[in-house]
């Protein structure tokens, strides 16, 4: 059964801190996995899109890591801001273009 | 580009009325459109796929006398809730995907529905 898992479920930060996300997925065959987040009462936004080939992306204070052997993902973000408050939704699409979705990571930045 | 809007994007009322949430993507023609459903601090449950021109294709345990779709244009979905209930009450979200299976799949701002 194909599964993604979010760790950790939630996480409280300082604003300017540092913190990374962790996704772990049992998806096969596998076609790209990416980051979305989610704000309260939104729709989930894309962050990052990464393929098989390929170990890390960037796209602004968000860098996303994948290691296709062991089948884990994480996203960076540095330097948090309040409006990085959100739900961080790692979705794993297959060859079929089937997604699973893992259950989020509920993140909230503070003063 | 890419923009998909949900309307409405609230609605509430009374249990054992019908409600409709539209999906339309407003600046690319979609071919396939998905709906979710949502509960709180939950993920993303796809409820089902639809494609334009043809019947839905519903995921497991969803009802699909329960939840009409129907994909009429390129550009338009509708999801109706018949005969809602308290229960029904959560997030609805779809998204809409150009031709293509690697095409990725844009998600509107969701319906958060209410039934009273």
């Known amino acids: 059964k194909n599964q993604v898992e979010q760790s950790p479920q939630s996480l409280i930060i300082l604003e300017g801190k540092n913190c990374t996300l962790q996704?772990?997925?049992?998806?096969?065959?596998?076609?790209?996995l990416r980051w979305y987040k989610q704000d309260t009462g939104r729709g989930p936004v894309s962050l990052t899109i990464m393929t098989f080939s390929e170990n890390t992306k960037s796209n602004g204070r968000y860098t996303a890591t994948l290691d296709a052997d062991t089948k884990q993902s994480s996203l960076h973000i540095t330097a948090s801001q309040l409006s990085d408050s959100a739900s961080y939704i790692c979705v794993v699409s297959s060859a079929t273009s089937k997604l699973t979705f893992g259950t989020g990571t509920r993140l909230q930045v503070t003063l | 580009g890419a923009v998909v809007s949900q309307h409405p994007s609230w609605v509430i009322c009374k249990s054992g009325t019908s409600v409709k949430i539209e999906c339309r993507s407003l600046d690319f023609q979609a071919t396939t459109m998905f709906w979710y459903r949502q509960f709180p601090k939950q993920s993303l449950m796809l409820m089902a796929t639809s494609n334009e021109g043809s019947k839905a294709t519903y995921e497991q345990g969803v009802e699909k006398d329960k939840f009409l779709i129907n994909h009429a244009s390129l550009t338009l979905s509708t999801l109706t809730v018949t005969s809602a209930h308290p229960e029904d009450s959560s997030f609805y979200i779809c998204?809409?995907?150009?031709?293509?299976?690697?095409?990725?799949?844009?998600f509107g701002d969701g319906t958060r529905l209410s039934i009273l």
């Open positions: 998204s809409a995907r150009r031709t293509g299976r690697e095409q990725p799949q844009h």
């Open positions: 996704c772990n997925y049992t998806v096969s065959p596998f076609s790209n």
